[in-house]
């Protein structure tokens, strides 16, 4: 049995999916007190999470965290400390990992506090790390979501910021994770980065995900100034899978229990 752990700075999300037979799918939030370190909030949903009280042969952590993106070509696993800490700047001590792309030929860089390893180790035992936004760029480099050959732009809102790429095809051309506090912001960054890539806002496609409540007013706005703003509905996108039927369940982590 798997369990999912999707970790965010306001909430740890919980997932098993049995796909086997009917499938079957258990999806849990835990909202963080933040108040509270990590630890005390993993103890407490261990009491408080139903899903918790059964035994997992793996776990699966995906760590909503920024990434820098290093083409495979161009990858030394040697070089992954210098690389991170050159493009950031922890301020405490992170344990490094790195994820590859395969349908885009990149790797992702990504960090989690070592506090946040050791607590996640004490309590689920050994568990494999993923940086969240890994299956999101996989899946849509792999899924033709455009009418055109051409680049298309991805905006997908959560956790209060947005990441925005840009594919041609199946290679990515950029990405960036913004913080945004308004929609405004989002305007500021989108349009700004489809300016320095001469993007044409009257011909690209962008293509907006999230849970509904978060994507629905970015495509509101996007389409004041962008001719061709689309939703990316999970249900019709995963043949409306029980895993993208339910209520709640970030973007991301869909992607990854489904390829899983």
Not at 48 to 73: F, G, K, M, S, W
Not at 91 to 110: C, G, H, Q, W
Not at 205 to 221: K, M, Q, T, W, Y
Request: charged fraction near 20%; charge should be negative; glycine fraction near 2%.
């Amino acid at each position: 049995m798997l369990l999912h752990i999707r970790i965010s700075d306001t909430d740890i999300c919980f997932a098993h999916y049995e796909k086997t037979g009917s499938p079957e799918f258990q999806f849990q939030p835990y909202h963080v007190r933040p108040q509270a370190s990590l630890t005390v909030n993993l103890r407490l949903a261990m009491q408080q999470v139903a899903l918790l009280q059964q035994q997992y042969e793996r776990v699966e952590v995906y760590a909503n965290a920024p990434v820098t993106p290093i083409p495979l070509v161009e990858f030394q696993e040697e070089d992954v400390e210098t690389t991170y800490n050159f493009c950031f700047s922890p301020d405490e001590k992170r344990r490094i990992f790195y994820d590859t792309v395969p349908a885009s030929n990149v790797v992702f860089l990504f960090a989690l506090a070592e506090s946040t390893c050791h607590t996640l180790e004490e309590v689920f035992g050994e568990v494999r790390y993923t940086s969240a936004l890994t299956p999101v760029v996989q899946h849509f480099a792999q899924k033709g979501l455009a009418t055109t050959n051409d680049r298309r732009l991805f905006v997908y809102t959560h956790d209060g910021v947005i990441d925005v790429m840009v594919l041609d095809d199946s290679r990515l051309v950029m990405l960036n994770t913004y913080n945004v506090r308004t929609l405004t912001d989002v305007d500021y960054y989108v349009f700004n980065l489809a300016r320095h890539l001469a993007l044409n806002m009257n011909e690209t496609p962008i293509f907006v995900a999230g849970i509904p409540s978060l994507r629905n007013p970015v495509i509101d706005e996007l389409q004041k100034y962008a001719a061709r703003v689309y939703p990316v509905n999970p249900s019709a996108e995963f043949n409306r899978s029980i895993v993208s039927t339910t209520e709640g369940v970030p973007y991301d982590l869909m992607c990854a229990v489904l390829r899983s």
